[in-house]
């Protein structure tokens, strides 16, 4: 997991992925808050984002999950958002694959398992097969807007 913000992005420039910086020079480069819902490409199925409107879902109703495909960099727009976060754990298997139809795979309740809140104007960089839960409640479930950016592991040299 890599985090950081849009405002340091210049300065990050040199350890972060390229496919990564393009991503975010991407979205800086957008008025994101005036974008409907939905896919916007960026190199087609190589390197695409969504807007998406979310509800944010108690702990209990949330899920860890992870892909293989598709790096996720993930960033809140208008609201704060809590992301569950843990390292690899050997023999978590998961409780719903659905990696070959749908690049996702949903995990029990890792050991070890920590949260972070980022604000709008940060990002958090997910990268294949790293366990994370995201959309998770902090105070109550009041909807807000995301993107979630899709970096494909080719170019990330996976």
Not at 14 to 21: D, M
Not at 22 to 50: C, N
């Amino acid at each position: 997991m890599i985090t950081g913000l849009f405002s340091d992005l210049s300065a990050q420039k040199s350890f972060l992925p390229a496919a990564v910086v393009r991503a975010l020079e991407v979205l800086q480069q957008q008025d994101l808050s005036k974008l409907e819902p939905g896919r916007y490409e960026i190199d087609g199925d190589k390197l695409f984002y969504m807007v998406q409107d979310a509800i944010p879902r108690m702990l209990n109703a949330s899920k860890s999950e992870a892909h293989y495909t598709y790096a996720d960099i993930q960033t809140p727009l208008t609201a704060r958002e809590r992301l569950g976060v843990s390292l690899p754990q050997a023999g978590l298997e998961p409780s719903d694959d659905r990696l070959e139809a749908n690049d996702i795979a949903f995990y029990p309740d890792p050991a070890n398992e920590f949260f972070i809140d980022l604000d709008p104007g940060a990002y958090a960089v997910f990268m294949p097969g790293e366990l994370h839960r995201p959309c998770v409640a902090i105070s109550d479930q009041t909807p807000y807007r995301k993107v979630v950016v899709k970096v494909h592991r080719s170019l990330l040299g996976l």
